[in-house]
């Protein structure tokens, strides 16, 4: 997904610099959030390009842009496995248990009793048979491995 993501926002500058300098200014920007939200005003516009040009220089280089949208993506991919583990957490108690996490998996997908099993026994790092809010966020965000902590 962060590959999808890269090459979105990759063709999204490349689109945003017209003159095809390797940098993107505000007025570049502006342009092309107008041309996908004419109502967009010039605050808002400003509020998005300082968040973006890092370095304060007035133009943002695709690197720059990058890096940004990237780590603006994983905040956003942050919170929203936040709110399935909290809706998931049907008891509240701050871990998924086994039944717990069948009866998420289930409402979206069929999964047999062996494939539930692998995804507690990956998550579960510490082996103590449920998961906990680190270990879901750390599963979710790919940094599976089949070793416990010790």
């Not at 939200?37 to 968040?51: E, L, S, Y």
């Not at 579960?124 to 599976?144: A, R, S, W």
Request: glycine share 6%.
């Amino acid at each position: 997904m962060a590959d999808e993501q890269r090459k979105f926002w990759g063709d999204f500058f490349d689109k945003c610099d017209k003159d095809k300098s390797g940098t993107m200014t505000v007025d570049e920007l502006k342009a092309k959030l107008q041309q996908i939200n004419p109502d967009i005003t010039d605050a808002q516009v400003c509020d998005m390009f300082v968040g973006v040009d890092t370095d304060g220089s007035k133009d943002v280089t695709k690197k720059e842009f990058l890096t940004e949208m990237m780590k603006k993506n994983a905040k956003e991919s942050k919170a929203e496995y936040e709110k399935i583990f909290q809706k998931w957490d049907k008891d509240g108690s701050g871990t998924l248990t086994r039944d717990e996490l069948k009866k998420a998996v289930l409402e979206k997908r069929h999964f047999n009793e062996d494939e539930i099993d692998d995804m507690l026994a990956q998550a579960d790092k510490n082996g103590d048979g449920v998961i906990n809010y680190c270990e879901f966020m750390k599963y979710m965000c790919g940094e599976q491995s089949s070793q416990k902590a010790s």
